[in-house]
């Protein structure tokens, strides 16, 4: 079955480490989509790609993150210098349009510590 | 600010009951509303969604009732069953965003 997968599913980082998470989505999908999701919360929208066009980064939270797509399928979500703050389940998700239902991926949990 | 407020946090039933539980909003831009049902270590995935030109959809066990001039929505599960046991998000969106707004979720439990 080839849905959203995420690597690595589980991430341990130090305050101040780098983190890189990755995102491949359905083959063929031209939209992908990371989102944010706060223990006991429901995902935040961080940012919005089309193809390798990055259409949206309003929830981005900081200038210390950061996201590509350059070929327009896999993803990449970096985040740099990271916080306790930023401990949290970062999900993608992928739709076959801009509108269309989105599939999401089972998520990257992150700790800060 | 919360725009898509769900209650209640959690909810436990019986096999066999019904699971009810509540969204409402407050963008009247809002013109698209899916559920989510996330189990343990699963991203969400779309359930059932409903569009404000309907009062009610229904799919299988799972039904939406939408009440627009209260702009509340709620989802409704017939005939609980233990591996219906899942966290469960309202979300809202508008035409003009692909973006939903997510509520903070219910945790459902179902006891066999």
């Known amino acids: 079955g080839a849905g959203v997968s995420q690597s690595p599913r589980y991430k341990v980082a130090k305050r101040g480490q780098d983190v890189a998470l990755r995102c491949d989505p359905i083959s063929g999908h031209v939209s992908l989509f990371w989102y944010q999701q706060a223990l006991g919360q429901g995902p935040e929208f961080l940012t919005y790609f089309q193809n390798e066009a990055q259409l949206d980064k309003s929830g981005l939270p900081s200038d210390r993150f950061f996201a590509e797509r350059p070929e327009g399928s896999v993803s990449t979500l970096k985040i740099q210098r990271t916080q306790q703050e930023d401990s949290a389940v970062y999900l993608c998700?992928?739709?076959?349009?801009?509108?269309?239902?989105?599939?999401f991926g089972p998520g990257t949990r992150l700790l800060v510590l | 600010q919360q725009q898509v407020k769900q209650s209640p946090q959690s909810l436990i039933v019986q096999k066999g009951g019904i699971s009810i539980i509540n969204c409402a909003y407050e963008?009247?831009?809002?013109?698209?509303f899916p559920w989510y049902q996330q189990f343990p270590g699963k991203g969400p995935a779309l359930l059932i969604a409903i569009r404000p030109d309907v009062s009610e959809k229904k799919e299988g066990r799972f039904t939406i009732s939408f009440n627009k001039s209260a702009k509340q929505f709620s989802l409704h599960i017939m005939d609980s069953q233990p591996g219906d046991s899942a966290t469960y998000f309202c979300?809202?969106?508008?035409?003009?965003?692909?973006?939903?707004?997510f509520g903070r979720g219910t945790s459902l439990i179902v006891h066999p």
């Open positions: 998700a992928s739709s076959s349009g801009q509108g269309e239902t989105q599939y």
């Open positions: 979300a809202a969106r508008s035409g003009g965003s692909y973006i939903p707004t």
């Open positions: 963008n009247t831009a809002f013109d698209y």
